[in-house]
């Protein structure tokens, strides 16, 4: 088979003019990127309705075999086309991190791909550039303030905001800037997050126009004084010009499948760090030219799906229609206690075991309310005799498993996926959340770890007991909180693979989001700048003297 690169580049892509124009989209809309990349202009869209149903795609822990959550969602939408529902792929935007990184891209794999795969995965529409400068400019005003006679009284030792790189540097996650002569700034300690990690980002995704947008970066707390009164982004008058550098990054991103089906691809946070979905303005601009959204969350459910339910739904009043697990044999055996190496041997016993990482994540979005089904991605060594097990562990638990072969057939590899996604969507089963508003933080927190991490316990930290005071003093206590937590388990260790037991998490910091809207909780030993592994991505990537490129995935 083709690797990804040569299928992206060897699919004959259509004018996006010609596939919004199939939605609806007059070319009036459009802000174009040449001939296959557009923006949409959204005040033209503002009087539609929704009326799309909406798919949470998700899936189990991720692990080193692959699960292939952001293929499966692409293939998902394809078959919806081909069974003749009118459907929409909305995704996030890749992080150039990741993608010279280890991870690699996002956009998923073989038939099942967003294009120009190689535009997304680098510049693609300089969105994530925006986002990158509109907070380095909070940065700078707020230095700047502080060189120029600090009237504000900010404590250079209290100030919360970070500078923002959209690259796996970590050298730069604890720094002192100013070192040089009285005219370069003052001295102070800094460090940066990866962007898709910034508040801005955050942001973005959850602003409906430029003016809620505005809103919520004057909101921002970035500093306290010396007299410990908070300090916003209002007050250093960063908002409007911040706003500004995001005047094209707030309008969703139109691209296509390799079978020609629209995609909105807007916005990057990760799940593991961040709120991890795409952004609202992509998705209701999906869910009111479509008939179907299908729509991801990153990570595994319990990190992924969690936000898109507690946060997402939460503050911008949505709810799916039905829920999309992704899982693979490869996985479960895995989880099982099979090396990498040898997940190609058939292993029913492993699986057995590694599905109870499955079986709790089903679980854990029943919680939700909402129907479910198993979407078991095939890697060619899957065996019948393991897909039949699969089979029947998810009857167990109620739910039905559905193998599929998107990487290497498209849309047709989901024909039956498809039809069942429509069969459940028609139920109308009200949502449920895991906390409410007026908990307070403590138990928030509480409520996440236990009910969908099912840890033991859970252990705060005296800085973080510190920063719940401080949210409770700001008036901040009806916010979400946001877990950031290794992804790999449902501990915040990620060595505890599968389901583990007795086990506690603990907290060290939290971060207060006022802007978003939300408290980021830190946990573990995670890091919101990520590092290089020993050997990245980059180095096997290629560009030849015609452009083609090799590598890049």
């Known amino acids: 088979m083709l690797t990804d690169i040569q299928i992206a580049q060897s699919t004959k892509l259509r004018d996006i003019k010609e596939i919004a124009k199939d939605y609806g989209i007059d070319e009036n809309f459009l802000e174009l990127y040449g001939n296959f990349k557009a923006k949409v202009d959204l005040e033209k869209l503002e009087n539609l309705e929704k009326k799309s149903k909406l798919v949470l795609v998700t899936a189990m822990s991720p692990t ?4 292939g959550k952001t293929t499966v969602n692409i293939g998902l939408s394809q078959a919806l086309n081909k069974i003749g529902v009118k459907a929409i792929s909305a995704l996030r935007e890749p992080s150039l991190g990741p993608s010279f990184g280890m991870k690699g891209g996002a956009c998923g794999g073989g038939y099942s791909q967003v294009l120009p795969m190689e535009d997304i995965n680098l510049h693609f529409t300089g969105d994530m550039h925006a986002i990158t400068y509109a907070n380095n400019l909070i940065s700078a005003m707020l230095d700047n303030h502080l060189h120029h006679g600090n009237q504000l009284n900010i404590n250079p030792k209290n100030i919360l905001w970070k ?3 959209d690259l796996n540097d970590r050298s730069l996650r604890d720094i002192t800037i100013g070192q040089g002569g009285l005219v370069d700034g003052v001295t102070r300690r800094d460090g940066f997050n990866i ?3 910034s508040e801005i980002m955050a942001i973005l995704c959850l ?3 430029i003016d809620e947008l505005k809103e919520r970066i004057s909101n921002i707390l970035i500093a306290y ?3 410990k009164k908070p300090i916003y982004v209002r007050d250093i008058k960063a908002q ?4 500004l550098l995001l005047k094209d990054a707030i309008k969703p991103n139109l691209v296509q499948t390799t079978e020609n089906t629209l995609a909105v691809v807007h916005g990057g946070p990760f799940a593991n760090i961040a709120h991890g979905c795409n952004s609202i303005n992509a ?3 999906a869910m009111k030219i479509g008939e179907y959204t299908v729509t991801e969350a990153g990570f595994g459910a319990d990190l992924g799906a969690e936000k898109f339910f507690d946060i997402k739904c939460r503050l911008q009043g949505i709810e799916p229609d039905s829920v999309v697990l992704v899982a693979t044999i490869r996985a479960m055996k895995y989880n099982g206690g099979v090396k990498k190496d040898d997940l190609d041997n058939e292993n029913i016993e492993a699986m057995t075991l590694g599905f109870a990482n499955v079986k709790r994540h089903i679980e854990n979005l029943k919680g939700y309310g909402k129907p479910i089904v198993i979407a078991l991605n095939r890697f060619p060594s899957d065996t019948q005799a393991e897909i039949d097990k699969a089979t029947l562990l998810a009857k167990e638990c109620l739910v039905d498993l559905i193998p599929i072969e998107v990487f290497s057939k498209g849309g047709e ?8 996604v429509v069969e459940i969507s028609e139920n109308n089963d009200s949502m449920s959340l895991i906390y409410d508003d007026s908990d307070s933080i403590e138990t928030k927190i509480n409520k996440v770890c236990k009910k969908i991490y099912r840890a033991d316990d859970v252990i705060l930290s005296n800085q973080a007991q510190k920063k719940i005071k401080e949210i409770e003093a700001l008036g901040y206590s009806h916010f979400p909180v946001c877990m950031a937590k290794t992804q790999y388990s449902f501990s915040d260790d990620p060595s505890l693979i599968n389901a583990p037991e007795g086990f506690q998490i603990n907290v060290r910091d939290l971060v207060i989001n006022s802007g978003a809207g939300f408290i980021v909780c830190l946990t573990g030993d995670l890091m919101t700048m990520p590092g290089l592994p020993k050997v990245p991505a980059a180095q096997r990537m290629k560009i030849y003297k015609d452009g083609k490129i090799e590598g890049l995935s």
């Open 64 to 67: 080193p075999a692959g699960e």
């Open 163 to 165: 500078r923002a790189l």
């Open 195 to 197: 962007t898709v990690a």
């Open 207 to 209: 602003s409906k126009d």
């Open 225 to 227: 004084t010396y007299d």
């Open 240 to 243: 409007e010009a911040a706003a």
């Open 283 to 285: 998705t209701n601009l």
């Open 413 to 420: 590899g989901a024909i039956e996926l498809a039809k069942k």
